[in-house]
């Protein structure tokens, strides 16, 4: 039996579907966010086909307005199948959208997008911009962006879709997303994230390392800043990264109990620790020992997946406790946003 939010198995100009799919997620079923995410890329995939149709030649002998009209059914037939396969965009927005909007809430500002009208490219850029208002609501309007599409090709709209109206939409898509994930985060984490997030980014632009994959190694070594590394007067040495101060390091130093792993077993010591001036110190010096020692020279090389970034450092050496890889990969997936 085909589930009523399942609307790639009908016909992209079904507009019943549509419909049920708003009741479903009035009633709050949970695949309805699955199903609203998958219309809105089935929306985008139509979007990129209508551009690279009306970048080539439309006045050949067999063309003609019939011609064109059934181009573009097919076109959005086209677009919902590769849809049900998916491109990763609907992927992307579930992952980042289900922590904190419920089915409910694609229920709202529906009506807004119906009366947008038939064969705008402005109002279909409007009613996805929609989304950027943050929260829940956002995934709300992924629907709408997609019901003002449907209603556009069910009044025969052959107006061509603009590659400005294609990156608008995709960009208030993402930006919804973001909201969305952020509204979700623990109240500390967003503030670890708020209060760091400029130094990972300049530290980001020197190694190539995504911002949040040091955030979440920063977080994972102070425990989210609430296990800093303090010196005997109880000064904070602004150290994130766990950085142990060797015979080479000609800086301040602080002293502080750790533990470390030896042959899997945990053992206590006390270990000097470099110590900076700010947090901005702290990144630097972290960017320039990933940059300039060999051996996380494969770290850099797999910063593209978190994953990999995470394990790279486990076997470079970064940490001796055996799960640090899981725990910080768990970190950069599951709590931070960017």
Do not use: C
């Not at 709050?28 to 929306?43: D, I, S």
């Amino acid at each position: 039996m085909i589930s009523q939010n399942d609307l790639s198995s009908k016909l992209a100009i079904d507009a019943k579907s549509m419909g049920e799919l708003r009741q479903s997620a009035k009633a709050g079923a949970p695949e309805a966010l699955k199903g609203a995410a998958t219309q809105f890329e089935a929306m985008f995939i139509n979007m990129m086909m209508k551009s690279m149709r009306d970048a080539t030649p439309q006045d050949g002998m067999m063309d003609s307005q019939q011609s064109k009209m059934f181009t573009t059914m097919l076109d959005q037939q086209t677009s919902q199948n590769l849809a049900k396969k998916g491109i990763g965009l609907a992927d992307v927005l579930i992952r980042q959208l289900s922590q904190t909007a419920s089915a409910q809430a694609l229920a709202i500002g529906g009506d807004a997008a119906a009366g947008a009208g038939a064969g705008t490219v402005g109002g279909l850029a409007a009613g996805a911009n929609a989304g950027a208002a943050g929260g829940a609501g956002g995934v709300g309007r992924l629907l709408d962006a997609a019901m003002l599409q449907r209603s556009i090709n069910a009044a025969g709209g052959a107006a061509p879709l603009s590659g400005a109206a294609l990156a608008t939409g995709a960009s208030a898509a993402g930006t919804a997303a973001t909201a969305a994930a952020k509204a979700a985060q623990a109240p500390h984490v967003r503030s670890f994230q708020e209060k760091l997030g400029s130094h990972a980014d300049e530290a980001s632009r020197a190694t190539g390392i995504p911002a949040k994959f040091m955030l979440g190694q920063a977080a994972l070594e102070s425990g989210w800043g609430k296990r800093e590394i303090k010196g005997r007067d109880g000064s904070n040495s602004h150290n994130l990264f766990g950085i142990k101060a060797g015979p080479g390091w000609k800086g301040k130093v602080a002293e502080a109990v750790t533990t470390e792993f030896v042959n899997g077993k945990a053992q206590t010591r006390v270990e000097k620790f470099r110590a900076y001036d700010s947090y901005a110190d702290s990144f630097k010096d972290y960017a320039k020992l990933l940059t300039t020692n060999p051996r996380y020279e494969k770290v850099l090389a797999s910063a593209g997946d978190a994953s990999s970034f995470a394990q790279g450092l486990q076997r470079a050496g970064y940490a001796t406790d055996p799960q640090y890889a899981s725990k910080l990969t768990r970190i950069i997936k599951h709590s931070l946003v960017g």
